[in-house]
C-alpha cells in the first residue's frame, strides 16, 4: 500500500468514525475529527461540509457561507453544496465569521455554541502555564520574574487556576476546587468582556459640549432610585453639575440649565416645578420608568403612581405637554409616547460598576436557587407558573425556590418543606446584587398585557451582570435583549427550560458568561451617554418633532 | 475581631444584655487584640450615622435576642455588605415573641423600608420572620443545651453558656450575727421562677426557724403576702436594679434557684454560678441548666417538701455550707469568669466567619 492510499484509508476510516460520533451525537468527538482533517487537508470537501453545516447550526451563518463557497469551488455542481450555500446567504450575515474555522480556538467556541459546555482547556494553555509556573518557583528571584512576565501570567490566568483546581481535586478538596473555578469563570468572563469592549467602536459624540447644571426633580430626593442615582452619576461623571430635589422654588434657587424630573404625575409639587420652569424657559425632560395609562388595578403601585384619579391623570397629560422631550427605558414605551404624538427618546436602564456588590464573588452552594423577585414580575404571574416550578423543584432534591420581597408569592410554595424554600425581604437597590447572589436561575413570568409589555430589559441585564441565567417571558425587550437565558411562552417551555437549567450547571454558567459579557454595554460608563444626548437634544431643540432612538 | 452587640434598652432585657453582651464586649475590649461596641436596637433600625460607621467596619454583628421584624430587612442589608451575623437566644421563643414591644409598629418608618417602598399586604408572623432571620445568619448562640436543640435546624447553634464578669461580685460582705438570709431574685428575665407550694414554703421555714429572714429581691412577693411573719423576717426590694444584685448577693446564706416551666428549662446557668461566684451555698432546681453544678450546691425536684428539707438542712448546718461554698464551688466559679474563657468565646464567634454548614442557609 502506497503511503498516498494509507493516508486516504485512514481518512476515510476517521470520517467513518466522525459520522458514526454524529449519529450517537457526540458533536464535540465528530467536530474534532473533521476540523483536524481540515487542518491537514483544507480542500477536503466532505469535512468543508459538515464543518458549514455545524457552524449553520450553531448560528454563524457568515463562517458556514465561506466553508460552503470553498466546498463548492471544488466541486460546483454538486446541487446539495449549492443548497447550502443559498440557505446560508439567506440567513445574512450572522455570527462571527471565523478567519480559521477549523482552528482550535474556533472549534472550541463552536462546541461551547452547539453543547453549552464550556470548552475544557486546552493541553497547550496547560503546558505553557505549568512550564511558566516552574521557571518561577525554580528560579533565584521569583518576584523578579512574575514582574518580567506579568503580561503571560494575565494571559495564562485562566490556565493557571486550571492547574489550582486539578490540584485541590486530587488533594481530595472540592471545596476549594469550587471556589477557584468559580474564581476561574469570574476572571474568564471578564477577560471576555474585556475583549468585547476593545472590539466594540465607542461612538463619543463630539456634540457633548453642555456642562451646565442639571435639575433632577424625583418624588423622594432623600432616597433615590437607581434610574435616578445613575442619571446624576453619569451626568457628573461628564462634567455636569447635577442636583436632586424634589421641588424647584423660583424665589430660592438657582435656574438650572435643563430639568430631567421623573414621573412627574406622582406628586403634586413636580407639576408645579414643571408649570414654573417652563414658564422660565428651562429646557425639560421628563422622563418616565413605566407605561402609567395602561397599569393594571391590581398593581401594587397602581395607587401610587396610577391614573386613578382625575387630577393625577391631567398632570399626567400637563407633564408631557410642558416637557420638551420625554425619555423612557423600553422600546415599547418608546413607540407608545411618540405614537401619542410626543418627542421621545430611549434611555436603556444601566448598571454601575462602582458599586462593589456588583464584582463580589458568590459563595459555592451545593443547590440550586431557582429565584423570583418581586417587581416587574408580579405574584399573578409567578402563580401562573407554579405548577411547573413545583414539578420541578419536586423532581430535584438539589434544588430551592427563593422569593424575594412578597410574602404573599412565598406562600404559593406552602407545600414544599421549609428547608427548600428561603424568602429574602426586599434591599435598596444599591443592595440588590447581594439578593441576585442568592440565586442561580432568575424566573421572570409575565402577563401579555400592555403594560407588562413595556417592561424595561432592567432585570435581566443585572442578572446577566452577576452571570445568572434566566427563563423570561417573551416581552419585547426580553426578546431584544435575548442574551444569556432563554425564553419562555407555554407552560411546556417553562418546565423545559427550567429543567434543563437546573440539571445542566455548564450550562448555566455558559449562559451566564454570555450575559455577563452583554451586560458590559450597558454599564454606566458606556451606556451613560444616552443621558448626554437627551440633554443635548432638549438643549439645542426645545420641542423636536421627531423621535430619537439609540442605534 | 471586630464585634458589634446589638441589644436592647428594655429595662426587662438589662440583665441579659449585661450577661450576653457588655460582660463579653468589656472582656474583648480588655484583651487589646479585639474591638467590641454595644449599640442600642432602635439606633441600630434606624440607622444613625454614628452606629452605620460604626457597624461598617465590624466584622461580626451579635444581634441580641430580637431578631425578627424590621431586624430581618436591617440583618440582610448588613448581611449584604459583608458582615457575619451571630443572633444569640436566651429566651424560649414564646418569651421572646411576646417581648418585642420595641418592635412594634416601626417598620414602616425605618429608613430601610422607606428605600425598598411599599411592602405587599401580606405580613409574616414573628415566629416566621424569626425563622427568616436565622436562615440568614451565620451562627447562632444559646445559653443552653435545650435551646440549641430548638434552633439547630434554621443555622449553625453553638451553646455559648453564660460567663461572669467576676469584678462585679467582690463586694464586701455585710455582717448580720445570728440572722440567716434566704435570697430569691424575682428579675423578669425567665431567670427565676416560682413552683407552686415554694412561697409557701419558704415562709414556713421562716416561722419555724426566727433567725432566717427571706429576702425577695425586684418584685413584690406574690401569693398570700406576708402570712403571718413580722416584716423584718420578710424583705422585700421591689425596684432593685440589676447593678445593685451582686452587690447584695454576697449577703446571702442561702441562695435559690426555682426554674418551673418549658421556659425556665431553657433558661442560662448564671444564677447559681452567681452564687457560688458569691461564695453563697445554694438550692436550685434539678433543672438542664444547673446540672453541671450538682456537686457544688443541692439540685432539688420541685415539690414542697422536698426543698422544705433542703432549706431546714442548709438554715441548720449553714457554717458548715458556707465553708463548703467557699472552696471548691468559688474555684470552680473563678474558672467561669468570662476573661477566662475568651479564646472558647472567640473560637465560637470564628465560625461565623466560615461558610455556612447548612445547605439551606443563606450564603
Redesign the interface.
Known sequence: MTFQTAQEAERKFRKIMARTYLNQNRLEDALEIYAAILRSDPEDGDALLVLGNLYLAAGDASTAGALYTRALALNPKDLALQRQCALAQSEGATGSGESEPAGEAAVARLIEKLTGKTAPMPDAELEKAAALLDRIVHSDNPAEMVALHLDEIDDLLPALIELNIRQAESDGRPDLASGLRNLQQNVTLQKEAEKAENAEVIVESPSFTFKGSVLLLTA?P??PNARVSLAAACLASHGCQVTIDGAYDPAADARPDVVISYNPHTQPRLLESLASLAAADVPLIVDLDSDFENMPISH??YP?TGLNTPQRARAFTASLLLSGLVTVNSPRLAEIIHSAGHPVQLVPDMWNRKNA?WT?L??????ANIGWI?GPSQ?EDLASIRRVVLRVLRELPNT?MVVV?????Y?LFDTLP???R????????D?K???L??IDILLLPMRNQPFFQATSDLPLVEAGVKGIPWIASPMPAFRDWHEGGMLADSLEEWHQALRQLALDADLRATLGKTGGVAAVRREMSRSGRHWMEAIQQAVSVPHPTQTRMPA | MNIVYVCSPQEADRESVRLRCHNLAGALLASGWHQASVVDLPAFLEMEPGVVALVHQADVLVIHRYAFGPMLQTVQYWKAHGKRIIVDIDLHERDLLARANLLEARAETLPLARKTGPLPAAHALRSEELRFTLRLANLVTVCSPRLADDWSAYAPTVHLPDYLNLDRYLAVRQQHPGEIWIGLMMAGDGRTELFPGLVDTLLEVARLRPQVRVHIYGSPLPGSGLNGLSADQVVLYNNLSVEEWPRLLGNLNIGLAPLSSEEGMRAGRARVLEYMASKVPWIASNAQPFREFERYGILASNDPDTWMRALLQLVDHNDQYRAEAGGEAFLYALGQDVRENLDRILSIYARSLTDPTYFHQVM
Open positions: 423622594d432623600e432616597h401594587p403601585l401610587l456588590l463580589r458568590p459563595g459555592t452552594r451545593p443547590i418581586s405574584l430551592r420581597g412578597d410574602l404573599n408569592a406562600r421549609e428547608q427548600r428561603l424568602f429574602l425581604p426586599a434591599v435598596p437597590e443592595e446584587p447581594y439578593l447572589s442568592q
